[in-house]
Nanobody, 126 residues
Framework: QFVESGGGLVQPGGSLRLSCAAS????????TAWFRQVPGKEREGIAC??????????TDSTSMKGRFTISRDLDKNAVNLQLNNLKPGDTGVYYC???????????????????WGQGTQVTVSS
């Protein structure tokens, strides 16, 4: 089981750190990714991190590039997504996804992942 947290209301230009925390298994062993779905659009990939965290990949989307960073928190058995310089267009539901296979690399595509969290709402508004 894993659960996303850390969403909320933030002003434009602000930051949030989302967390995908696992229980009952060691998340470090599995490739993990963050996706989001903003209103009126399909769900899109943001970033992923490989098993053991040796490799990461971030979307090429110009709307997100350079502002979002994925990392592992081994102490908390979690994968975090740092969101900086947030914009109103970042408003949406952010999802964590886990691939049920050891992966030395990862992709930010939905079909790469087997399990999905319920999401956490991020709202960027003044």
């Amino acid at each position: 089981q894993f659960v996303e947290s850390g969403g909320g209301l933030v002003q434009p230009g602000g930051s949030l750190r989302l967390s995908c925390a696992a229980s009952g298994f060691t998340l470090e062993y599995y490739a993990t990714a963050w996706f989001r779905q903003v209103p009126g659009k399909e769900r899109e990939g943001i970033a992923c991190i490989s098993s053991r965290g040796g490799w990461t990949k971030t979307t090429d989307s110009t709307s997100m590039k350079g502002r979002f960073t994925i990392s592992r928190d081994l102490d908390k058995n979690a994968v975090n997504l740092q969101l900086n310089n947030l914009k109103p267009g970042d408003t949406g539901v952010y999802y964590c996804a886990v691939r049920d296979l050891w992966s030395s690399h990862c992709e930010v595509t939905e079909d790469h992942y087997d399990y999905w969290g319920q999401g956490t709402q991020v709202t960027v508004s003044s």
